[in-house]
């Protein structure tokens, strides 16, 4: 049974975001998705998926503003996440993983 959905957000969906999602998916109380803001971005983020998260995680002050330029309705009453984490790791970077871990335990009982 799924308890938490999470939704991953950064700027083109690719190495934060991709590297959240594989680690947390593995959680069978998680369901995880992923969205960048930029029009490059490999998913881009849309109200659907603001919609059907209960915790939404982004990954610099950027993306937090981003969103609440494009999507203030559909943010209301969800819970809205900054990690500061910046670009400058590759996909499942070992550091990136611990800092991912450490950040979100705060906000999920089941992550060890």
């Known amino acids: 049974m799924i308890d938490i959905k999470l939704l991953f957000i950064c700027s083109r969906n690719k190495w934060r975001r991709l590297t959240a999602e594989k680690i947390f998916e593995q959680y069978h109380s998680l369901e995880v998705r992923s969205a960048g803001t930029e029009e490059g971005a490999r998913i881009k983020v849309t109200a659907g998926h603001i919609g059907w998260a209960d915790l939404i995680f982004v990954m610099e002050k950027k993306h ?20 500061d984490i910046p670009d400058e790791y590759r996909f499942m970077d070992a550091e990136l993983i611990e800092i991912l871990k450490s950040r979100i335990s705060e906000y999920i009982n089941s992550i060890e």
């Not at 937090?64 to 990690?83: D, H, T, V, Y």
């Open 64 to 83: 937090e503003r981003r969103l609440n330029e494009k999507f203030r309705q559909e943010l209301i009453g969800k819970q809205l996440i900054r990690l």
